[in-house]
C-alpha cells in the first residue's frame, strides 16, 4: 500500500513553511480573541444592562413593591438552573431546582457557591430569565447578582434571592426558568 503524498498540493518546502506559519498566525489569533471574549464578558454584560436597561443599577433601584392582589388561583413553575462558566473555579448550584409559586406573592429562593481555587476569589453572576417576554414580569426585589461575591480560599455559602412574578405576566407563560452564569473575575476586579 502506498504512503499518502505529504505535499498533495505540490508546494514547494518554503511555501509549505510559510502556509504552516500563516496557519499557526491566524489559530494564535483565533485562540487570543476568544480567550480576550470570555474576560470581558461580564463588563460587556454590564454595558449592555446599561443600554438596554435590562438589570442595571438604575432599574434595581427603582422599588418592587408586593402586589396586594395575589393570583392565589394561578400556579406558574420557576426553575433554577445554574452554570458555573468558571469550570472548576466554582461550585455553584440552585438550593430547589424549581418550585410552584402564586404570581403577586413575594418567594425566597437561594443558590450556594464554594470556592473551588488555591486562593481568593471574585465572582459575578449574570442572569437570563426565559421565557424572554417573562422577563419583564419577573422582580428580584434581593439577589447575589447584584454585587460581586468575594470568596475566601475553600469558602462557601449561601446566596439569598427574593423575587415575586407580577400577575400581570401573560396567561400562556406557566413556566419561567431563571439561570445564572457564574463567572470567575478575580482578575478583572482587582485593577
Not at 440552585?94 to 486562593?119: E, Q, V
Not at 470567575?184 to 485593577?191: A, C, L, P, Q, V
Request: glycine residues 6%; hydrophobic residues 40%; aromatic residues 10%.
Amino acid at each position: 500500500m502506498d504512503a499518502p503524498d505529504p505535499n498533495p498540493a505540490g508546494l514547494t518546502r518554503d511555501q509549505q513553511r510559510r502556509a504552516n506559519r500563516s496557519l499557526t498566525s491566524r489559530l494564535l489569533i483565533m485562540t487570543l480573541a476568544s480567550f480576550a471574549f470570555g474576560w470581558a464578558l461580564v463588563p460587556l454584560y454590564d454595558v449592555f444592562c446599561k443600554l438596554t436597561g435590562v438589570g442595571n443599577a438604575e432599574a434595581r433601584a427603582a422599588p418592587v413593591e408586593a402586589h396586594e392582589a395575589v393570583d392565589a388561583a394561578r400556579l406558574i413553575t420557576i426553575e433554577f438552573v445554574a452554570n458555573p462558566a468558571s469550570v472548576g473555579s466554582y461550585e455553584f448550584h440552585p438550593r430547589l431546582a424549581s418550585m410552584r409559586i402564586h404570581p403577586g406573592k413575594l418567594y425566597d429562593a437561594g443558590f450556594y457557591a464554594r470556592n473551588l481555587t488555591s486562593g481568593a476569589s471574585v465572582a459575578q453572576a449574570v442572569p437570563s430569565i426565559s421565557p424572554h417576554e417573562a422577563a419583564q414580569y419577573f422582580h428580584k426585589t434581593e439577589c447575589f447578582c447584584y454585587s460581586q461575591q468575594k470568596f475566601q480560599q475553600g469558602e462557601g455559602r449561601d446566596m439569598p434571592l427574593r423575587f415575586i412574578v407580577d400577575p400581570k405576566l401573560p396567561g400562556n407563560i406557566d413556566k419561567v426558568t431563571l439561570a445564572y452564569s457564574f463567572y470567575d473575575i478575580t482578575e478583572s476586579s482587582s485593577r
